[in-house]
Nanobody, 120 residues
Framework: QVNLVESGGGLVQAGGSLRLSCAAL????????MAWYRQAPGKQREMVAR???????NYDDSVKGRFTISGDFASNTVSLQMNSLTPEDTGVYYC??????????????WGQGTQVTVSS
């Protein structure tokens, strides 16, 4: 079982910055990849950024050049630095981790979500 503890988020004006952090706690052998998703009101949850244990990073086109994901696979933490925020970035942000354990294989886990609100 893996528990994800998120922190960060809040209210910021357009053009501002926020930083989200997530720590994976529990019993597992390794983490394969870590990601951040967001869900805007009335919309489906979408991937914002993802980082793998091999160092690959992927971003949604809407956040390229503004957001940076940083994963520490030794301490099992991941952060998302968000700059030049716009009202379109408003939503609930979820930490997502794919963790491997010998008893369960690879499984996805989700954080509880943290609200990000960008005012115009």
């Amino acid at each position: 079982q893996v528990n994800l503890v998120e922190s960060g988020g809040g209210l910021v004006q357009a053009g501002g910055s926020l930083r989200l952090s997530c720590a994976a706690l529990g019993r597992f052998f390794k983490i394969n990849f870590m990601a951040w998703y967001r869900q805007a009101p009335g919309k489906q949850r979408e991937m914002v950024a993802r980082t793998t244990s091999s160092g690959t990073r992927n971003y949604d086109d809407s956040v390229k050049g503004r957001f940076t994901i940083s994963g520490d696979f030794a301490s099992n933490t991941v952060s998302l630095q968000m700059n030049s925020l716009t009202p379109e970035d408003t939503g609930v942000y979820y930490c997502n981790v794919n963790a491997y354990d010998f008893s369960t294989g690879s499984q996805p886990y989700w954080g509880q979500g943290t609200q990000v609100t960008v005012s115009s």
